[in-house]
């Protein structure tokens, strides 16, 4: 269905119908720069890299060739704009420690004081991380993609993604000093972003 749709959106796009460019940002602006936060740890730059990122596409749009899906393709521009913005030394000098918590649920007041602290300390935790290694872990637990989706976006072969991503995780665990496991990650991820 999914697939169905991106075909659909793409023979818009390429026919050059304007509600067609307003559906691509609907349906993958939030996704995108969520994850441009991600990389970042700059509101202001995430902003200005997402804008890039749609921008680079729609004159890319051309040169698509479906070999993934629209989502995959703008998460790789994504993350060419995020690299090319490191190398020239835009890097984020403020990072977004001012971002609000995930957003919990009505539920038991000590539940949710506990939940917002792990969410923090996790936060942390992957704010120490290098690039790569945290760049990793949001595509794949916060992002929600697989790890062929995540060599496409890194283009790097998928057995190689699959292992940067344990050591990565490993790394995860030793700055929290404790075991994390893939579930309560996920669940924390699921609760809302982090950042």
Known sequence: ?????DQRLLQDLREGRSEACATLVRRHYQA?????????????????????????????LATFQGRSTLATWLHRIAYTKFIDAQRAGRRAARIH?????????PSDPLDVAMAED????????????????????????????????????LDEPTGTVKWRTAEALKQLRI???EEVHDHAFRTTAESGPIC
Request: glycine share 4%.
């Open 1 to 5: 269905m999914k697939e169905l749709e």
């Open 32 to 60: 995108v720069y969520r994850f441009l936060v991600h990389l970042t740890r700059d509101v202001p730059t995430a902003e200005d890299l997402t804008q890039e990122t749609f921008a680079a596409a729609w004159e890319k």
């Open 97 to 105: 420690a001012s971002l609000e918590p995930p957003r919990i649920g």
């Open 118 to 153: 792990e969410a923090q300390r996790l936060h942390r935790a992957l704010d120490t991380l290098e690039a790569p290694e945290r760049t990793l872990l949001v595509l794949h637990y916060l992002q929600g993609l697989s790890y062929r989706d995540m060599a496409s976006v």
């Open 175 to 177: 700055q929290l000093g």
